[in-house]
C-alpha cells in the first residue's frame, strides 16, 4: 500500500516539475509559498528528494524482506537439525533395547 501511495506521489511530482519549470506559466505566482517564489532549481531539488526518498524505501523494503527470507532458511535449517538428533537417540534408543534383550536372552 505504502508503494502504490509512493509511485503515485512520485507521478505527480514528476508531472508537476516540468509543468511549473517556466516562468511564463501562470501557476507560478500562486505556489508563492512564505514570500518565496519557486523556481526551477527549487522543482530540480523537489524531485531529486522524492527520488532519493523512493530508492531509500525500496532499499530498506528489499533490506527487510531479505532478512526475513534469512531468518525462515535458519529456522528450516535449525528445525532439520532437531529432527536429525530425534532420529539419532530414537535409533540409539532402539539399539540400546535390542542390546538389552539380546543380554538377557544369553543369560537364560
Known sequence: MLLIIGMAAFVVAVSAVPSTAWAGHPSIER??????QPTR???IMFLLRIVIGAVASLRLTELIV???RSASRAADGRRAA??????KAFVKRARDT?????KR???T
Open 98 to 102: 535390542r542390546l538389552e534383550h539380546q
Open 31 to 36: 505556489l508563492a509559498v512564505l514570500g518565496v
Open 66 to 68: 531479505g532478512g526475513l
Open 41 to 43: 532549481s527549487i522543482d
Open 82 to 87: 532437531a529432527r536429525v538428533r530425534r532420529k
Open 105 to 107: 536372552a544369553d543369560k
